[in-house]
């Protein structure tokens, strides 16, 4: 079966850089989207950045804009998520998911669109 399993998180101070890893097997993912999203206790899931495997096409959501990168290595079925420049407010659970499926060029945004989750990692920047 699909397996994510994240890694890459812990405390940091603001203005640094941590690099979170999501190991995947079980399947061939050439043909998936990759997503990574973040949680706060209380509040929804939120979209963090995409990547259709295949095409190496991305999103990231304007929060994270210019400061995040996902990205992935073919070799080692391992997508990452860059992230400098870190702030308090991108503390969080972080999730790597997968999605099947998807129509070409397309990367969802809504966590139902994703079939397969991770355990999450969890992030905390401190000030």
């Known amino acids: 079966q699909v397996q994510l ?6 405390l940091v ?7 979170l890893s999501c190991a995947a097997s079980g399947r061939t ?7 990574w999203f973040r ?4 509040k929804e899931r939120e979209f963090v950045a995409g990547i259709r495997w295949r095409s190496g096409i991305t999103t990231h959501a304007d929060s994270v804009k210019g400061r995040f990168t996902i990205s992935r290595d073919n070799a080692k079925n391992t997508v990452y998520l860059q992230m ?3 702030k308090p ?11 099947s499926g998807v129509m070409v060029s397309q990367i ?3 966590p139902t669109n994703y079939a397969y989750w991770g355990q999450g990692t969890q992030v905390t920047v401190s000030s």
């Open 84 to 86: 400098n420049t870190l």
């Open 108 to 110: 969802p945004t809504a």
């Open 39 to 42: 949680q706060v206790s209380g």
């Open 13 to 19: 101070q603001a203005g640094g850089s941590l690099r």
């Open 89 to 99: 407010e991108d503390t969080a659970v972080y999730y790597c998911a997968a999605a």
């Open 5 to 10: 399993v994240e890694s890459g998180g812990g």
């Open 29 to 35: 993912f050439s043909s998936y989207v990759m997503g």
